[in-house]
């Protein structure tokens, strides 16, 4: 069989039999339903589905064996969304750093993944992302965090991060620090991989408007961090981030639009049972078009990445699509559901823990075009890189 035909072959028979897994699997009912009060106790059950799934050897797909996968690439991990969106099964809350962290750590620190990954895989850890600073958010190269070299060829960190996605229970973070000039902007920023138990770190829990403590401000003082912790080169920092950039926008993007298509299969049916109106049905269709066309695009970016091409800009446009997208059935879901989102009858701890759980999607979904780059920006980007349109002319 030739080669390309013995890969699609692979790929089909991943899918077909992770279906049926998905189908007889004895805890699928209890996670489809699994809800939860609090951030924590959410990653702690989402951590032991990622441990059944590491045991059973389905998330291990598309991972390469040096980091305790069974080789195989991207298709894979899209197929593994895919296949949770059919079952109707949510995706563990650990995938969307893995799926933005992973993939940079494995080409530019390939001894800390072999070392790491495998834990991560298992959900016995996950990290976080710390880029974004009180006075730095999108534009991440005047961002000021400090790390020097001490004399013996470690590193000291001083500094402040902040919207710390799962920072609060993260076992390490992909922080970026500079190690240039000031003036040096992006050209003088480094990537170290850093343990939250580290002496001198303060972690500190932020609650949102939900209530839910996702996010966490993170406090470096004289932290030391071995050499071995660097990700790249020193002052090569922003090529790491470029990449991982990459997958932030296109696999973290395909993850959240199968995410989405899921709360969208649950909607229907609660319209289906509830009743809806004709303008609630034209609206969902138009949102379900908007979703599945955000998805193609995706799918292209998707397969960019398993070829081992360069996506760059283009990955803009993934960003603008799946985020409002997210947002987007998030208010859809409110509007339809309002009254039982706002005032549903809580007759038990599973359905207040069913409607929390609702509500902190929508609260969270309200950040869907800030985080990772505002809409504003990823325009700009894709005006000055892909359409060459004029500078913008600023007022003097």
Request: net charge negative; charged share 25%.
């Amino acid at each position: 069989m030739p080669a390309r035909a013995e890969y699609l072959h692979q790929v089909a028979l991943y899918r077909h039999d992770f279906r049926q897994y998905l189908r007889t699997l004895d805890c699928a009912d209890a996670w489809r339903t699994a809800a939860s009060l609090t951030a924590e106790d959410g990653l702690a059950h989402d951590a032991a589905v990622m441990a059944r799934l590491n045991a059973d050897g389905w998330n291990r797909y598309g991972w390469p064996e040096s980091v305790g996968g069974y080789g195989g690439n991207e298709i894979h991990r899209a197929i593994y969304f895919e296949e949770l969106g059919h079952a109707m099964l949510p995706i563990p809350a650990q995938a969307w750093t893995l799926e933005v962290m992973a993939p940079a750590v494995l080409k530019y620190a390939p001894a800390l993944a072999s070392q790491y990954l495998p834990a991560y895989l298992a959900g016995e850890e996950w990290w976080g992302q710390g880029f974004s600073e009180p006075e730095s958010g999108s534009d991440l190269a005047s961002l000021r965090t400090r790390a020097i070299d001490d004399g013996s060829g470690d590193f000291v960190v001083n500094g402040q991060k902040i919207w710390t996605s799962q920072g609060s229970t993260a076992k390490r973070l992909c922080v970026l620090v500079r190690t240039g000039a000031p003036e040096s902007r992006h050209r003088g920023l480094s990537m170290l991989l850093i343990d939250t138990d580290a002496p001198g770190m303060t972690v500190r829990p932020i609650a949102l408007a939900s209530g839910r403590r996702e996010l966490a401000e993170v406090f470096f003082d004289d932290v030391r961090v071995p050499r071995e912790r660097l990700v790249g080169e020193i002052d090569g920092g922003w090529a790491v981030t470029m990449f991982l950039m990459q997958y932030e926008r296109g696999m973290y993007g395909y993850a959240v639009l199968n995410k989405v298509l899921t709360e969208l299969g649950r909607l229907r049916e609660y319209m289906v049972i509830r009743g809806s109106s004709t303008s609630q049905r034209e609206r969902f269709a138009r949102v379900y078009v908007d979703v599945i066309a955000a998805q193609a695009r995706a799918a292209t970016t998707v397969r960019k990445l398993a070829a081992g091409e360069s996506v760059g800009a283009d990955s803009s446009i993934d960003k603008l699509l799946f985020s409002r997208a997210e947002r987007d059935a998030n208010d859809l879901l409110l509007d339809v559901a309002r009254d039982h989102m706002m005032v549903g009858a809580r007759s038990g701890a599973g359905q207040e823990a069913e409607l929390d759980t609702a509500r902190a999607e929508w609260w969270y979904s309200r950040a869907a075009t800030i985080m990772g780059g505002t809409a504003e920006v990823q325009r700009g980007i894709i005006a000055d890189h892909l359409l060459g349109l004029p500078k913008e002319r600023r007022a003097s």
